[in-house]
């Protein structure tokens, strides 16, 4: 077992790259090579839209704020504290906040590979 104490606390990395205030980190990664699955904390400030293609399966939990998510489907939602997300591989995904979000997330990928 490892525990990580209070990762809610923590500063996230701004992510390089996206034109959109956007953070992220990696927290946690198994040690299967052959199927790693990773998880930290995404956070989106209120701005620039980012729209992400998964090249892995991932779930998302919404721990803090307000997302309004839409897929390449068309498909929007507005997804608050307590709300889950499955992201099949493939997905093309757009993030936007009327304010800020904070997502918990776990993807079948290794660290840093997002």
Known sequence: MRHFQKITEKALPRMEGVDAAA?????????DTE?????????LEKGNQLTYTYTYH?????IDGEFKIADETGTEVIETTGDLLYFPKGSTITFSTPDYGVG???GQRGKDEA
């Open 23 to 31: 953070f992220l980190d990696d927290f946690v990664v198994s040690e």
């Open 104 to 106: 918990f997330f776990c």
């Open 35 to 43: 199927k790693p699955i990773t998880s930290g904390l995404f956070r």
């Open 58 to 62: 991932e779930m998302k939990l919404i």
